[in-house]
């Protein structure tokens, strides 16, 4: 049984310096899984607490990065995902959040082997199982379906995924210019979008008046709806952000 295990370890060793040397860096952007809606998944923490697509809707933009225990490019980039981790938490107003989601196959065994990893290591940044709608949009696209890892999303507070990332990311130089870039773009959209609550793309009286019968109990906005009616900011809809987006319809804004 141990001499079984242990070919198996060597195997797995050996797959993963294969790995290493083919698989291209992350300067390959994919399409396949782009624009798919992950905000209704839903799975584990590596400390076992439940997460789904809460996450993203206090964020302006999350990073998923898929990782896999016996990964060789995994373990090139691990260092440089946690130097992005560092980076963003020193600068909090930034608004970007960091997830690791484990694949693990046919292999459950590797589940603690990669908590007991992350945790060797000093990778404090959050980390979850792999869901089914994660491995949709990793293989969406992809001749055979087949799962290329590593593998980088990044999502919108929407819970929209907005870009995808084959291959490893060689250093924190290649890989905070795509995060800076998608952040500059999504804060001037959330911008754009704010005070359109039914997200028709025009802000007119009839987005006050939801936000308004929001804020009187009469009807409840739904989660994206809330992100856009929530004029001042602070996590939720009242009358003062119906007030604001009817000055904005008036022009008084």
């Known amino acids: 049984m141990r001499r079984a295990h242990s070919l198996k370890r060597i195997v797995s060793a050996l797959t993963a310096l294969v790995l290493l040397l083919v698989l291209p860096s992350a300067g390959m952007g994919g399409s396949g899984g782009v624009g798919m809606d992950v905000s209704g998944f839903s799975s584990v923490t590596f400390e076992g607490e439940p997460v789904d697509g809460s996450i993203f809707p206090g964020y ?3 990073v998923i990065n898929i ?8 373990w090139v980039e691990m260092p440089v995902f946690l130097e992005l981790y560092e980076h963003y938490s020193a600068t909090p107003e930034a608004d970007v959040s960091l997830w690791g989601a484990l694949y693990y196959g046919d292999h459950p065994e590797n589940i603690q082997e990669a908590v007991d990893f992350v945790a060797a290591n000093g990778y404090c940044w959050n980390h979850m199982i792999i869901c089914d709608e994660f491995l949709e ?10 799962l290329l890892i590593p593998q980088t999303f990044i999502v919108d507070r929407y819970g929209i995924v907005r870009a995808q ?3 490893k990311f060689e250093t924190l130089d290649e890989l905070l210019p795509v995060t800076e870039e998608w952040l500059a773009i999504l804060n001037v959209e959330y911008e754009a979008s704010r ?16 936000a308004l019968r929001h804020a009187m109990g009469v009807t409840q906005l739904g989660t994206n709806e809330l992100l856009r009616a929530d004029m001042d900011g602070d996590g939720s809809v009242s009358s ?12 008084a804004e």
Not at 195 to 201: A, F, L, Y
Not at 240 to 251: H, Q
């Open 240 to 251: 003062a952000d119906a007030l604001l987006i009817l000055r904005a319809v008036l022009g």
């Open 60 to 62: 302006t933009l999350t």
């Open 195 to 210: 005070g359109d609550t039914d997200g028709d793309g025009a802000i007119d009286s009839a987005d006050a008046l939801l």
């Open 165 to 167: 990332f084959y291959g």
């Open 67 to 74: 990782w896999q225990r016996w990964c060789g490019p995994c």
């Open 137 to 146: 949009v990793a293989t969406a696209g992809v001749e055979g379906g087949n």
